[in-house]
């Protein structure tokens, strides 16, 4: 009898085991840490890229996202909607759904340089995104570009503090802490990303002295930069290098090529945008300690403006007949291109 009761709770435990690593695989790798993950490749989507959100839209979108074969997109957390609780759950529901992973990029509740109190703004935003997701939501990225934010002229290099603004620069660094406290607080397993573009690492330097935490560091990279990989900074240093010394798994969170043509979506920028990606694709995969890879972003921008930003998509957007809607339209070379790449590395 003493036999046959070992032998249940071994079949016992091999079920309940199994049932783990099953839930665990499904949520792709969980709240492991960034360097325990198989490499991320991901995209940044926008729910409301073609209209209003809707879950049906949003469901097209994530179509897209399986298709191109990532396990990862980064969404935007608007604090301003009023409906923000039920629109949010709604596009993690669905991601969750299509077993892809969401990291929330949060920001401030208003422009940095007008809140009075940023550690309490910080902790304020932390707070509702962790309680809302906690144990769903593993990764947050806290701000976005924060050297742009407080960069004294879009002619400063970045590679001094005394490129940027003190008093915005301490605004910063007392919103990251207060949103990262709160996360870490409500959500100890939660990763946490910083980022960063161009040469702007003398505010990662302060803010790394000046005893700001974080899990990741993030980088943004377009192609009116050169190549990510050829960039030296002052010392002679090449930038990647620089970015191992933090020691810190590195994603490059926004990564795309600034179109050039007149008219939008032309086949120069078009094959241009596919050879960029390819390169900093392949890249970034061989770096080591560069462990995701992020492309900003998923669909142009409707309506369409005269920005060049509206039309980073990998795939287009289309106006329906007789209305003021907008719908999804063709794939771009580059959306093929990109699959590609992630097929052939996982």
């Given at each position: 009898?003493?036999?046959?009761?070992?032998?249940?709770?071994?079949?016992?435990?091999?079920?309940?085991?199994?049932?783990?690593?099953?839930?665990?695989?499904?949520?792709?790798?969980?709240?492991?840490?960034?360097?325990?993950?198989?490499?991320?490749?991901?995209?940044?989507?926008?729910?409301?890229?073609?209209?209003?959100?809707?879950?049906?839209?949003?469901?097209?979108?994530?179509?897209?996202?399986?298709?191109?074969?990532?396990?990862?997109?980064?969404?935007?957390?608007?604090?301003?909607?009023?409906?923000?609780?039920?629109?949010?759950?709604?596009?993690?529901?669905?991601?969750?759904?299509?077993?892809?992973?969401?990291?929330?990029?949060?920001?401030?509740?208003?422009?940095?340089?007008?809140?009075?109190?940023?550690?309490?703004?910080?902790?304020?935003?932390?707070?509702?995104?962790?309680?809302?997701?906690?144990?769903?939501?593993?990764?947050?990225?806290?701000?976005?570009?924060?050297?742009?934010?407080?960069?004294?002229?879009?002619?400063?290099?970045?590679?001094?503090?005394?490129?940027?603004?003190?008093?915005?620069?301490?605004?910063?660094?007392?919103?990251?802490?207060?949103?990262?406290?709160?996360?870490?607080?409500?959500?100890?397993?939660?990763?946490?990303?910083?980022?960063?573009?161009?040469?702007?690492?003398?505010?990662?330097?302060?803010?790394?002295?000046?005893?700001?935490?974080?899990?990741?560091?993030?980088?943004?990279?377009?192609?009116?930069?050169?190549?990510?990989?050829?960039?030296?900074?002052?010392?002679?240093?090449?930038?990647?290098?620089?970015?191992?010394?933090?020691?810190?798994?590195?994603?490059?969170?926004?990564?795309?090529?600034?179109p050039k043509g007149k008219t939008p979506n032309s086949e120069s920028d078009l094959a241009e945008q596919?050879?960029?990606?390819?390169?900093?694709?392949?890249?970034?995969?061989?770096?080591?300690?560069?462990?995701?890879?992020?492309?900003?972003?998923?669909?142009?921008?409707?309506?369409?403006?005269?920005?060049?930003?509206?039309?980073?998509?990998?795939?287009?957007?289309?106006?329906?007949?007789?209305?003021?809607?907008?719908?999804?339209?063709?794939?771009?070379?580059?959306?093929?291109?990109?699959?590609?790449?992630?097929?052939?590395?996982?």
């Open positions: 009898m003493k036999k046959n009761w070992i032998f249940i709770v071994l079949i016992l435990v091999i079920i309940v085991g199994g049932v783990i690593i099953f839930l665990t695989a499904r949520k792709g790798g969980g709240a492991a840490p960034i360097a325990k993950q198989k490499f991320m490749w991901g995209v940044t989507a926008n729910p409301d890229s073609a209209r209003k959100y809707n879950s049906k839209m949003w469901k097209q979108e994530v179509a897209f996202i399986n298709q191109l074969g990532v396990d990862w997109v980064r969404v935007g957390y608007d604090n301003s909607v009023s409906n923000r609780e039920s629109k949010y759950n709604s596009i993690v529901d669905v991601a969750e759904a299509a077993k892809v992973n969401v990291i929330l990029q949060i920001d401030s509740t208003q422009p940095i340089a007008k809140i009075t109190d940023a550690y309490s703004d910080g902790q304020k935003v932390g707070t509702e995104v962790a309680t809302m997701f906690k144990g769903r939501v593993h990764y947050y990225q806290i701000l976005n570009e924060l050297g742009g934010t407080a960069l004294k002229g879009g002619n400063m290099s970045g590679e001094n503090f005394s490129d940027f603004d003190p008093t915005t620069a301490k605004k910063l660094e007392d919103w990251v802490k207060g949103a990262t406290d709160a996360v870490k607080k409500i959500d100890p397993s939660a990763q946490t990303i910083i980022t960063f573009h161009w040469t702007h690492y003398a505010l990662l330097d302060k803010m790394v002295s000046d005893g700001v935490k974080f899990d990741v560091l993030g980088w943004d990279w377009y192609s009116d930069m050169g190549l990510m990989q050829d960039k030296k900074i002052a010392d002679g240093t090449l930038l990647v290098d620089k970015l191992k010394s933090y020691n810190k798994p590195i994603v490059l969170a926004e990564v795309n090529y600034q596919v050879k960029f990606i390819q390169s900093m694709a392949d890249w970034a995969k061989t770096v080591g300690q560069i462990k995701g890879f992020f492309v900003q972003e998923l669909v142009d921008a409707a309506p369409f403006g005269s920005q060049k930003a509206s039309y980073f998509g990998l795939v287009k957007v289309k106006q329906v007949p007789d209305s003021s809607n907008f719908e999804f339209g063709d794939l771009k070379p580059a959306f093929n291109t990109y699959k590609e790449i992630i097929s052939k590395n996982n």
